[in-house]
């Protein structure tokens, strides 16, 4: 008994100090963040392998699961005689829930995994050392701009994922179960509240973004400098931001109803 | 090109190392290491693999920190202090990696012009010739376009050499240069290091597995043994009393099967756990 309290006690002092780390972490990337130079220059290039290079699969993800949403929502209302609010179903479940996670979790997989890799490699081969000795400071030069890309780029992700998500359950909706478009459409602007529903689904994915930026960038940078280490950092990374991202989304919704 | 013109931190380019410990992990390093390393002159580090002596470069660096001991660099005792602190420190200092460290994403232009763009105020065309100098000083040109993962070992170890620099530094810091080097490499890097050093006067602390380089470039030699250490010129410690020194300068040119077993020796010494204990002792 006592053994376990002991075991329990140590894990609980573990998990603290690393919490406390990953905290003095975050405030060492915001004390750099209005130093200058602002490095716009990197924010931009981040911004664009971040955001811009998942796209695709963020389009393509999210017509996908439209389409699943608007089915599987149509065979239930069906039942009820419900079929004319499959526009408010499709549209709240992904505005308030599933736009903001399901970004939050294929980012985490496409782009979290890969800064995490990329910081974790600059360190294994000595870059981040390279250039602490050139009096250059690696949370400012490559922590800062991922870190800040990653955050900018969810919610803007997370738009554009509810949007094709939208249009793939219009498609099965409409063109392929019949149902009236402007009845779609309708229904779920009728049901979609902007302060309720689009602006919460904004706090959760500025949430989730600057969870997945923080945790990506902290794994890499305290990566073992060897390739095992890299690799457990980047499964470490996918796994503990994942998680995160679905706690904070259940903490969120039931605090503030979004 | 001359050295410190940069802005070196400090007074004297000297560095000292004080009853230095160093531990990784549970495993101590360095306990207790004292030595000195001359201004202007090349001292190398030499000893056996995980004797610590990457390890010495990293500490002067601020790079890792002492658990206990002095460590004077420039005129200022670098242990204890704070990262911000140490970076006033280090643009005094060149380090050359021993795989190099240039970051990957930029060409061999723009990974020399970096540290000069983040801390000069020089224009673009200064950059440039100041970035071709450095080039030019390590025998390579037409370069400047060329990434990383494009250049040869030996090309690498150059680029990384001129990108030290090109800062002016007033200390070198150079890890393991001839490393995965052919023949004619190693001297071509070897003649430039010397040249570098006599043409600018600056203090070079380079760590090197390689004795036949060591034992012509060296000004002083630091030798790092499992119980202590031995400092002196190379003409010193080549007619050392002690065995061991003898023993470890002729390991390179002689692979007898006697030498072999003294290795072999040497290396189980290299496993006690109370190596470099107290100051070093001259021969």
Same mark, same amino acid.
């Given at each position: ?15 603290? #100090? ?79 829930? %599933? ?20 910081? !974790?490699?600059?360190?294994?081969? #000595? ?28 919610? =803007? ?102 | ?38 201004? !202007? ?49 280090? $643009? ?29 105020? =020089? ?21 400047? #376009?060329? =990434?990383? $993962? ?30 995965? %080097? ?10 430039? =290091? ?90």
């Amino acid at each position: 008994m006592t053994e376990s309290v002991t075991r329990l006690g140590r894990a609980a002092g573990g998990i603290s #100090e690393e919490l406390g780390r990953l905290a003095a972490f975050a405030a060492r990337i915001l004390a750099v963040t209005l130093r200058p130079p602002l490095r716009f220059g990197e924010f931009w290039a981040e911004l664009f392998k971040i955001g811009v290079l998942s796209i695709l699969i963020i389009c393509v993800s999210g017509v996908a699961v439209g389409m699943v949403l608007s089915l599987q929502g149509y065979t239930t209302l069906v039942r009820f005689g419900a079929e004319n609010s499959l526009g408010a179903v499709v549209g709240l479940s992904l505005i308030r829930e %599933l736009g903001p996670v399901l970004t939050a979790l294929l980012v985490t997989g496409r782009a979290g995994s890969s800064v995490t890799a990329e910081i !974790g490699t600059m360190k294994a081969t #000595e870059q981040l050392d390279g250039l602490r000795m050139m009096a250059i400071d690696p949370i400012d030069y490559v922590v800062r701009p991922k870190a800040w890309a990653m955050a900018v780029a969810m919610p =803007l992700l997370s738009g554009l994922f509810i949007i094709s998500a939208i249009a793939g359950g219009y498609f099965v909706g409409v063109q392929l179960m019949g149902i009236d478009g402007g009845t779609y459409m309708s229904s779920m602007e009728n049901s979609v509240d902007f302060e309720n529903d689009v602006a919460g689904s904004l706090l959760k994915s500025v949430v989730f973004g600057i969870i997945v930026a923080l945790i990506s960038t902290y794994r890499g940078h305290t990566a073992e400098p060897t390739s095992a280490g890299v690799s457990a950092a980047t499964t470490s990374t996918v796994v503990l931001a994942s998680v995160t991202v679905l706690v904070f989304d259940y903490i969120l919704t039931a605090l503030w109803g979004v | 090109m001359s050295p410190a013109a940069g802005g070196a931190a400090g007074p004297t380019p000297q560095v000292s190392l004080t009853g230095v410990h160093m531990s990784y992990g549970r495993r101590p390093v360095l306990r207790g290491l004292s030595c000195c390393f001359p201004a !202007g002159a090349i001292s190398v580090v030499l000893g056996g693999s995980g004797s610590g002596k990457s390890t010495i470069l990293k500490l002067i660096g601020g790079l890792i920190k002492a658990s206990a001991g002095r460590i004077d660099v420039a005129g200022r005792n670098v242990v204890g202090l704070r990262e911000s602190e140490l970076y006033v420190v280090r $643009r005094g200092l060149g380090m050359m990696f021993q795989n190099g460290a240039l970051l990957d994403s930029m060409s061999v232009f723009d990974n020399l012009a970096f540290p000069l763009r983040e801390h000069s105020r =020089l224009s673009e065309s200064e950059i440039r010739t100041r970035v071709h100098e450095s080039l030019a000083a390590v025998g390579l040109d037409d370069v400047d #376009e060329l =990434l990383p $993962r494009e250049l040869s070992g030996g090309m690498v170890k150059r680029v990384a050499l001129a990108r030290a620099l090109v800062g002016r530094p007033s200390i070198l810091l150079v890890d393991e240069p001839f490393s995965g %080097l052919d023949p004619l490499s190693t001297k071509l890097i070897e003649a430039l =290091l010397v040249r570098i050093n006599r043409q600018f006067g600056m203090t070079m602390i380079v760590v090197s597995h390689h004795i036949p380089s060591t034992m012509r470039m060296a000004d002083r030699i630091v030798l790092l043994l499992p119980d202590s250490i031995v400092e002196g010129a190379p003409a010193e410690l080549r007619t050392s009393d002690d065995v061991r020194v003898r023993h470890f300068l002729t390991e390179e040119t002689d692979d007898s099967d006697a030498v072999l077993a003294k290795a072999s020796e040497f290396e189980q010494g290299e496993r006690r756990p109370d190596r470099h204990r107290g100051t070093g002792a001259n021969p």
